[in-house]
């Protein structure tokens, strides 16, 4: 769910920046910044790239299950989803000479959430991934001290981006559970 939750965000924005800057090139890549042995991972420049750089459990919603009654009077056992939370980095990987065209499109990504009011909706978002109906972004602001954290835990040097955390993902998997006959006095 997760991965498709990060297509569906990456190819929207994707159109959205084809529309704006009159390009058919993709210009969003959904990938880590850097390699597990620390290299960069990116080989083409001036792209933006999406990371996913937490996941987070969204405490607002319950996770209390419940039973529920079947069309043959029974009831069973029903667990609900696991909400979370991703917080989603958009960095302009853009070589020296296109720094400018970098900040460019770093703008055009606060433009795309702004938008559509950080919304995804089955309305407003065709390839909405089966089992999420609505997603909500919202722009996270990091102070200096907790920005280079960042960037160092990372592993990266700084690259011009924002950060999203987008609400909530539901996590769910069916697994048949036994059904539990009504108790009926004789």
Excluded: C
Aim: net charge neutral.
């Amino acid at each position: 769910m997760i991965h498709n939750a990060l297509q569906v965000i990456a190819s929207e924005l994707n159109r959205f920046l084809q529309s704006k800057h009159d390009i058919t090139e993709e210009k969003v890549v959904v990938s880590s910044l850097v390699e597990l042995d620390g290299s960069v991972s990116m080989q083409e420049p001036d792209k933006i790239v999406l990371s996913l750089t937490n996941i987070e459990s969204d405490k607002t919603q319950s996770s209390v299950g419940g039973y529920k009654q079947t069309p043959k009077g029974t009831y069973k056992m029903v667990k609900p989803p696991v909400h979370i939370n991703l917080t989603l980095l958009f960095s302009a990987y853009f070589t020296h000479e296109n720094y400018l065209e970098g900040l460019k499109f770093i703008t055009s990504v606060v433009a795309f959430f702004q938008a559509r009011a950080g919304v995804f909706t089955t309305n407003n978002t065709p390839d909405m991934p089966i089992g999420i109906d609505k997603m909500q972004a919202e722009m996270l602001s990091l102070e200096m001290a907790d920005l280079n954290n960042f960037w160092s835990s990372l592993g990266s040097k700084y690259l011009p981006s924002v950060l999203y955390r987008v609400k909530t993902i539901p996590i769910r998997h069916e697994r048949i559970m036994p059904e539990i006959p009504v108790v009926k006095k004789i």
